[in-house]
């Protein structure tokens, strides 16, 4: 039966069987049948074992033991030891996210170096049915209802369809050898209590629960297409991007059947959690400006749209400029150029030019972002001063756009809103004589 699963899996998804396939193999029963049937099935294979020292001696013995049986079938194979343990802690990671990241690092490396094409592992019917229990206990949406993709990327996972049972039968069938994890008996795991108090009960009141949960799995699998199909229906009405700001119409959420579900939909793939998306949601009828931030982004409340941006990309910028010329800021370039005023000269009225009385300013100029207290005298208010972050509300700045404005500098004074506002103390007057413009190439 087993062998017959596997052949219908490749035909079923169209892999050939004349592709190469690195078998992930503990030890365990389940891993010892699929190696076997694989064998049976003359398929081309390299057996991979991990020894994540996790249980002393008892992980030696399980590496000791896939070798021989590998050695004994003429399979080939290859075992790496980890220090799992170290790796956790130097990553911040918990033990078994540790092993899966070290596991799968290897096997990918090893499936390029030798040229193979899947990485197979021996999941099956009875832990798709412990993991959406799991999934259950701790939390989740549809995607974690629908158990284990029988094919992720290049991972397979062709015993999908059989239960405990049906392997151990197979291992019985054949008189193979195999290792028992003594954790598995373990009630300290959340796992090992579902399957050994858990699944026992429901199996009593459902003998064909196995059968049953595969069935709703694939129900749900179904599911969740549909339901990523709306979701992604609405993103298209209601989401925008402006520059490198992703934009999400406020009203626009509000309208939708789940407002709740959408925006989690939309913002978890930015590290925002169910908690921040309901204070989010909360922020509907407050004053512009509130600010959540989830890792390298920010999401912050406007009048019309809440505004999604990456923070790691608002650099902070200090450039010197000695003379004129040309000299690349960031993402621009800007040109300083001196000539004497004439008659016929007429002041650009563009946002990215700005003509200065030449005279009043003092080399070297200094373009910097803005800082907390900083003022300056808008055109036609003479000397009167207005700080900086009146300016900007006046002007309804973003908060990415007040991190991102750039001021040009002279003797620590503002004379250039960059592409927006000169200062008035460095205007250009009937006595100007020499004239130092500014332009953004």
Partial sequence: MIQETIKNFLQQHHISRDAGFILAVSGGADSICMLHAFKYLNLKMLVLHCNFSLRGKESDMD?????????????AHSVKKFDTLKYARENGLSVEMAARELRYTWFREMKEKKKMDY?????????VAETVLINLCRGTGIKGLTGIKSINGDILRPLLPCSRTDILKYIEDHQLGFRTDSTNNSLDYVRNKIRHQIIPVLKEINPSFLDTMTENCETLKETEEIFQYGIHRFQEEILDCEEDELLIH???TLATPAPYTFLYETLKPFGFNKVQIRDILNTHTAIPGKQFIA???TLERGRIFWRLYDNSKCSRTIVSIPTTGIYTIGKLKVEFTLFPRTEEFVIPQQPDIACLDADKLQFPLLIRNWQAGDYFCPIGMKKSKKKLSDFFRDQKFSSKQKQECLLLLSDEKIAWIIGNRPDDRFKITSFTSNILQISIL
């Fill in 63 to 75: 590496e000791q033991f896939v070798k021989r049986f590998c050695d004994s079938y003429g399979i």
């Fill in 295 to 297: 890792g390298h982004h």
């Fill in 119 to 127: 990485i197979v592992v021996a999941h099956h019917a009875d832990d």
């Fill in 250 to 252: 406020i009203s626009k």
